[in-house]
């Protein structure tokens, strides 16, 4: 059974532009949740997605948004980059919602905002 | 607000050596406890998952246990491996995951 992937795995990005994530949760998994990991902050929640649903939102502005797919396949899009973005972004998916559920972790997105 | 601590930072032993890894949360109204292992650049690899109405878990020489009352998890890493050098995150689960900041652990032969 293939694990989260998540697409591109590295990108570098200027200040004011905007950037997609992409990330495919394991088969049969319908929970999506995206998290940033930076050296200061350590690893923070995102969002949750759940049945093309957001289920749940972490303390981030809202140039920082999301969507799911009725693959459960999702999407997260940082609008107006600032210097402070760069970070590695990680989805991770759940058979049901997050809450109660192991959550599996794909290998990231390296975002560099230069 | 719930906040999670592991202790030590960082540990640094020679291969063989038996390991504990503590884990510390303010909140005890957690769905479970899930202790995960990062390689450098890297995601995330779940390691065991303790349902809230658990107390230890066990795969291979990894064993965790969580005593919900006190606010505490360990990670038990039984004759250690230079393989095992990682950083390892414990994490509890209310509607999301909150991470500790890890304890960095080196294995040396």
């Known amino acids: 059974k293939a694990g989260v992937t998540q697409t591109p795995r590295y990108l570098i990005k200027t200040r004011g532009q905007q950037v997609t994530l992409s990330c495919s949760p394991i088969s049969g998994h319908r929970s999506v949740s995206w998290y940033q990991q930076t050296p200061g902050q350590g690893l923070q929640f995102l969002f949750e997605?759940?049945?093309?649903?957001?289920?749940n939102k972490g303390n981030f502005p809202g140039r920082f948004s999301g969507r799911q797919f009725s693959n459960s396949r999702s999407e997260m899009n940082v609008s107006t980059l600032e210097l402070g973005d760069s970070a590695l972004y990680l989805c991770a998916s759940s058979l049901g919602l997050a809450g109660g559920d192991e959550q599996f972790f794909g290998p990231g997105t390296r975002l560099t905002v230069l | 607000k719930q906040e999670v601590t592991q202790i030590p930072a960082a540990l640094s032993v020679p291969e063989g050596e038996n390991l504990v890894l503590n884990c510390s949360f303010t909140d005890s109204a957690i769905y479970n406890l899930q202790w995960f292992r990062q390689d450098p650049g890297k995601g995330l690899t779940s390691l065991l998952l303790i349902q809230s109405s658990q107390r230890e878990q066990t795969s291979g020489r990894l064993n965790a246990s969580l005593d919900k009352s006190s606010g505490r998890s360990t990670l038990y890493i039984a004759a250690s491996q230079p393989g095992d050098s990682a950083t390892y995150l414990c994490?509890?689960?209310?509607?999301?995951?909150?991470f500790g900041t890890g304890t960095r652990l080196q294995v040396f032969p």
């Open positions: 997605y759940f049945s093309e649903t957001q289920r």
């Open positions: 994490a509890v689960n209310t509607d999301k995951l909150i």
